[in-house]
C-alpha cells in the first residue's frame, strides 16, 4: 500500500513563495501519475498540477493559477513538489497530493497541508 506524506505548508504574505512536497512510500507501480489538488473553505476540491512518471506535466487551466504554479518529480519518482510563486489571498486552502497507478487507476490522496495566504 502507497503511503503520501506532505509537507511544506504554512502562513505566508500575499506575494510570497511557498514549496509543498508529497513523500511517496510503499510499492508504487512504474506508470503512474502524482499530483496536487487543493480545497478552499466552502468550495469542491479543485486540481492544481500532475505529473506522470514520465514528466509529463499537466496544470489547471484556471486562470487564477497560470504561470504561479511548478510541478515537478525528483529522479527516483517518489516525491512530487509543487513550487508556488506569487501568492494571492484566495490560493488559501488545504493542499492534497495524490498517486494513481495507470492500471488499475486507484488514486490514494496524502492527509492534506494547509496554505494561509494572508498578511
Known amino acids: 500500500q502507497v503511503q503520501l506524506v506532505e509537507s511544506g505548508g504554512g502562513l505566508v504574505q500575499p506575494g510570497g513563495s ?44 484556471a486562470e487564477s493559477q497560470k504561470g504561479r504554479f511548478t510541478a515537478s518529480r525528483d529522479n527516483t519518482k517518489t516525491t512530487v513538489w509543487l513550487q508556488m510563486t506569487s501568492l494571492k489571498v484566495e490560493d488559501t486552502a488545504v493542499y492534497y497530493c495524490y498517486y494513481q497507478p495507470f492500471f488499475p487507476p486507484n488514486r490514494i490522496w496524502g492527509q492534506g497541508t494547509q496554505v494561509t495566504v494572508s498578511s
Open 18 to 61: 511557498l514549496r509543498l512536497s508529497c513523500q511517496a512510500s510503499g510499492s508504487l507501480a512504474n506508470n503512474n501519475v502524482m499530483g496536487w489538488y487543493r480545497q478552499a473553505p466552502g468550495k469542491q476540491r479543485e486540481l492544481v498540477a500532475t505529473v506522470s512518471s514520465k514528466n509529463i506535466t499537466n496544470y489547471s487551466d
